[in-house]
């Protein structure tokens, strides 16, 4: 079946720094996006990407869809406290199936 | 309601027994999913509804796993002969159904403790 390979598994920053995730896969997506779940919570949704080479920010994220549809990366800049959770890809093959495969997950702590 | 609502919270529950698992999606989402999420891992894909269909099923790990939709809109996740390994929160999501489909909108789960 899909699978989606993320790293990192997790990471541990100092508030203001810049931060990178990336997820990469075997088979293609015709759409990645990126989740955010804090505990207790369910994930929710930061960045959606429809289109290979499509750069997509949102606020201090960026998100970029591979150009060979199997990979994506997201970037927070400048690290704040509340950046902290579990970022999670997710890619979605389409052509009339629906399923959203999900990454196992990159966790975040942030030292202020 | 605002938000996919899920119940219950928490249930614990005796290895044996079954449960129930309702979520209530956003009006008007037609596609609802659920997916498992064990301690620290990722989002299991279990099952897809679109209006009261479920056209992939694939994810549901055993006969045991069986969920419906009724009224395009409430569906109850039942989990018979309960194991200690379907100890899991079990999320709800819904989306608009059409378009950017991927775009869920999760519930807050329900964490299911199997004694």
């Known amino acids: 079946g899909q699978q989606l390979n993320q790293s990192p598994q997790s990471m541990f920053i100092q508030e203001g720094e810049d931060v990178s995730m990336n997820c990469t896969s075997s088979?293609?997506?015709?759409?990645w996006l990126w989740y955010k779940q804090d505990p207790g919570e369910g994930p929710v949704l930061l960045i959606a990407?429809?289109?290979?080479?499509e750069l997509t920010s949102n606020g201090r994220l960026t998100a970029q869809f591979g150009i060979t549809r199997k990979d994506s990366f997201l970037n927070i800049s400048a690290s704040i406290p509340s950046d902290v959770g579990i970022y999670f890809c997710a890619g979605q093959l389409g052509g009339g199936s629906e399923k959203l495969v999900f990454g196992k997950g990159t966790k975040l702590t942030v030292n202020p | 309601g605002a938000g996919v609502s899920q119940s219950p919270s928490n249930k614990v529950t005796e290895k044996g027994k079954d449960v129930e698992l309702r979520c209530d999606p956003i009006?008007?989402?037609?596609?609802l999913y659920w997916y498992r999420q064990s301690l620290g891992q990722g989002l299991e894909f279990l099952i897809y509804?679109?209006?009261?269909?479920?056209?992939?099923k694939s994810g549901l790990p055993s006969d045991r796993f069986s969920a419906e939709r009724t009224g395009g809109s409430v569906s109850t996740l039942t989990i018979q002969r309960t194991q200690q390994e379907d100890s899991a929160v079990y999320l709800c999501?819904?989306?608009?159904?059409?378009?950017?489909?991927?775009?869920?909108?999760f519930g807050e789960g329900s964490r299911l403790t199997v004694l």
């Open positions: 509804f679109q209006g009261n269909s479920a056209p992939d």
């Open positions: 009006s008007g989402h037609t596609a």
């Open positions: 999501a819904s989306s608009l159904g059409t378009g950017h489909t991927g775009e869920l909108f």
């Open positions: 990407l429809y289109k290979a080479g």
């Open positions: 088979s293609i997506f015709n759409t």
